[in-house]
């Protein structure tokens, strides 16, 4: 038996369990059940030789291969993602890339209009001009400016306005327009500049990134967590490349919890040769780890009610519990993988769970 891995636990066919709203009102056996409530249990006694038909199971560990499968989903490795912003106010002169597009490193994107370039490159000439010397009553002769100084804070300003050492190099004149260019290569993968724009100092102008290394998102459950560690290899594949294997390692596993699927993802990273891999795709993820054990049950003993899974439990002789479980997708027809609410061993009613159900309800004077 696989284990198929989603991201919903919910994704149990409800086909293989019985529903209360799409089932006729059971006849009652004779005698009527019993509740009984102590502290924060609660247990229905009755007579179970009395529903004919009634089967018993038990909730039961099998073991799990050395491979753990799940389905993630292609995203961008975000450190090879660059943002493009605008450091001045200004207005945007002309635009030469487009969605999608195609970049070098170094390639000019767009040239933007601002008063700013023009005040800070005037001030890194003036203060380039070279010292001058300062003349006076009381004055030491060869004392000089600060122009150093001020060259200096010149050359930092231009800095924190986009401009690298090379720009300020070949600074002849003070002008209001500067081309501003792709900092890495990649794909335009979002544009928000248009052309004859106003901007202001932190407005995204474009988004670039490269596909070359991606992550695949994972989800798993809390009981697989032992068999997971960063760096353990692992293959991809999707639809689109059925009969292409995609490599990588388990780079990184959050720290955090989803309490209402027991689940928490890893991070994947994924070699990407001819970018052949999206963001949003999905993709099936085959990790190597070592064997495990899982706990599961047959889904005749699951009951679907009120949004949420339950088994009736046997604790003693005709004493019986209603179970709240979590259960996930288990590849092996008629039985569910057992997440929280269920021990190995505990016996549980496999057949006519559904009008143990609606029993539950008469004895809390409900409708089922």
Request: aromatic share 6%; proline share 6%.
């Amino acid at each position: 038996m696989s284990l198929l891995f989603g991201c919903d636990s919910s994704a149990l066919s409800r086909a293989d369990t019985e529903t209360p709203a799409s089932a006729p009102s059971p006849a009652l056996p004779p005698g009527t059940p019993q509740l009984i409530t102590q502290g924060s249990q609660e247990w229905m006694t009755i007579d179970l030789s009395q529903i004919t038909g009634l089967s018993i199971g038990s909730v039961q560990v099998v073991a799990l291969p050395g491979m753990l499968d799940a389905i993630g989903q292609v995203n961008f490795d975000d450190r090879l993602v660059s943002t493009i912003i605008s450091r001045v106010t200004g207005r945007l002169e002309d635009i030469k890339v487009s969605q999608w597009d195609m970049v070098r490193a170094g390639e000019n994107i767009l040239s933007l209009y601002s008063p700013d370039f023009m005040t800070a490159e005037a001030e890194y000439l003036e203060a380039s001009a070279g010292p001058t010397p300062i003349t006076g009553p009381g004055i030491p002769a060869g004392t000089y400016n600060m122009t150093a100084d001020l060259k200096t804070a010149a050359i930092k300003k231009l800095e924190l306005l986009g401009l690298e050492p090379a720009d300020i190099a070949a600074i002849k004149q003070a002008t209001p327009s500067r081309w501003m260019r792709a900092p890495i290569s990649g794909v335009v993968v979002t544009k928000l500049a248009l052309r004859g724009a106003q901007v202001n100092p932190g407005d995204q102008l474009f988004s670039l990134a490269t596909l070359q290394r991606v992550w695949i998102t994972v989800d798993i459950y809390e009981d697989d967590l032992a068999r997971v560690h960063t760096g353990q290899s692992l293959e991809a594949t999707t639809l689109s490349y059925p009969d292409e294997v995609f490599k990588g390692v388990v780079n990184r596993i959050s720290p955090n919890l989803d309490p209402n699927v027991h689940t928490l993802q890893l991070l994947c990273q994924i070699d990407n040769p001819g970018e052949k891999l999206k963001p949003q795709m999905l993709a099936r993820v085959r990790i190597v780890t070592h064997p495990g054990a899982a706990l599961v049950v047959p889904q005749t003993a699951l009951v679907f009610d009120g949004n949420a899974y339950y088994a009736f439990v046997l604790t003693g002789r005709n004493k019986v519990e209603r179970r709240s479980v979590h259960i996930a997708t288990w590849n092996d027809q008629g039985y569910a993988r057992v997440v929280s609410g269920l021990k190995s061993g505990e016996r549980v009613i496999t057949r006519k769970s559904l009008q143990m159900n609606a029993l539950w309800h008469e004895a809390h004077g409900e409708s089922s």
